[in-house]
């Protein structure tokens, strides 16, 4: 291949601790490339609402029992809700691999994007019977929406977050996984991935939207901050305006730690499928604000979350409790 950037490099090492070797991309050999990335140290180490048990005053997007559906007329948009983060486990497992059984026959291949949080946690299911055997684990090509921009090996890490909870436990292709280059600045990581991004979407691993121009991944799995943000989207921040850059970053958030890189919303909004994975009472106010009636007069982060395709939320109860 005559042309790799940078972050398809330092992926192959990001990746070296994996126990699989081939890719089909192609990718360069990990020993080729020690020397860019420090190796890592770890020990490798709608409204379509479904109400699943008691819900109260939903109006009338309100379906009770087993998954039940109701559609109105914003029907790309289904809010889910759970009796408990477990039974949200469970269902967003599934809701996962039929999606990458979907992709993974149309296109030959499954783009799935994390957040950080705790949306990893609420991935475990994954890692158990039947999805375990039963996904085409080649298939997927995991990014991240946002990452902090720290060593790999740091608490903080996203990638650490996701390696450690689930990428370790699944036999993933190591160059199916597009982790940043961790040696370069803010503003190099997030240039770096968005051109890693280009070249995947030439090489047809990542769709384009034909309608906006922007990637379209095949699945989001996003999580919310208590303040409404998403990826590393903060309220009142001028990134939430950005509409030309694939990846952009930030040096100010508000969230610890203030460097970051992001995904912009043209990219998230170009996506096939975004699942919102909201758990918690401590987010109940956010949520009722992101899906209740009221009007807020500065919309939220979460609110500008509105994909090509279908977006799912997917709360459990104490989430959904003030709606
Ligand atoms: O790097 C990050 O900070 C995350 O990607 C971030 O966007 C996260 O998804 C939300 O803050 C929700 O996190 P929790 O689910 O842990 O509240």
Same mark, same amino acid.
């Given at each position: 291949m005559a042309f790799l950037p940078t972050s398809v490099r330092s992926l192959s090492s990001s990746v070296r601790l994996f126990n699989t070797h081939s890719s089909p991309l192609h990718l360069p050999r990990v020993s080729a490339h020690k020397s860019i990335v420090p190796v890592h140290r770890s020990a490798f180490r709608p409204k379509d609402l479904s109400l699943v048990g008691e819900k109260k005053n939903l109006g009338s997007c309100i379906a009770k029992a087993s998954m039940a559906a109701a559609t109105t007329a914003e029907n790309k948009k289904k809010v889910e809700v759970f009796d408990t983060e477990e039974d949200l486990a469970v269902s967003l497992a599934k809701y996962t691999a039929d999606l990458s059984d979907k992709f993974s026959k149309e296109r030959g291949a499954f783009s799935v994007v994390l957040s950080g949080g705790s949306l990893i946690k609420s991935l475990?299911?994954? &890692?158990?019977?039947p999805y375990i055997d039963r996904i085409e684990w080649s298939k997927w090509h995991v990014f991240w929406v946002d990452e902090r921009v720290v060593p790999k090996d740091h608490e903080d890490s996203n990638y650490k977050l996701a390696y450690d909870g689930f990428l370790s436990k699944i036999p993933i292709l190591p160059g199916n996984v597009y982790a940043i280059n961790?040696? &370069?600045s803010a503003e190099g990581a997030a240039d770096d991935y968005e051109t890693c991004l280009k070249h995947l979407v030439n090489i047809n691993v990542i769709d384009l939207s034909a309608a906006s121009g922007f990637p379209k991944f095949d699945l989001m799995l996003l999580g919310m901050g208590p303040d409404g943000h998403v990826a590393s989207l903060f309220p009142g921040h001028p990134l939430l305006k950005e509409n030309e850059k694939w990846v952009t970053f930030i040096k100010d958030s508000p969230k610890p730690p203030p460097e970051r890189i992001t995904f912009t919303f043209p990219v998230i909004n170009s996506s096939a499928y975004i699942a919102l994975v909201v758990a918690g009472a401590g987010k109940a106010g956010v949520v009722q604000t992101a899906l209740g009636e009221g009007q807020n007069s500065d919309k939220l982060p979460v609110q500008e979350?509105?994909?090509?395709g279908e977006l799912t939320w997917f709360l459990d109860k104490g989430a959904a409790s003030k709606l």
């Open positions: 475990r299911k994954l &890692l158990e019977p961790d040696a &370069l979350v509105s994909p090509e």
